[in-house]
């Protein structure tokens, strides 16, 4: 889910519930492939800082800022 943000980050995108490591891990590299720089992800998304998903993101959780947020109040904060 790919949305534009009115703040200081360009492009974000959304991550709800990704429970597998190496899907999560995949999921951030190609975001940061794809040029976004922030991705919110859900409460119960795995940890993005567990040693798999670290691995499987090749480097890429360093140009990619990670949050977590409830995203029901993420999105009434930007009016969605």
């Known amino acids: ?15 709800v519930g990704s429970e597998m490591c190496i ?10 492939w794809y040029g976004i720089n922030h991705i919110v992800c859900s409460e119960d998304t795995t940890d993005v800082y567990s040693p798999k ?6 480097g890429s959780f360093a140009r990619v800022q990670l949050s977590y947020q409830n995203l029901k109040h993420f999105f009434e904060d930007l009016g969605i």
């Open 1 to 15: 889910f790919f949305f534009k943000q009115k703040t200081a980050y360009d492009i974000s995108a959304c991550l």
């Open 23 to 32: 899907e999560t891990g995949t999921i951030i590299r190609t975001a940061d």
């Open 53 to 58: 998903v670290i691995a499987a993101t090749m």
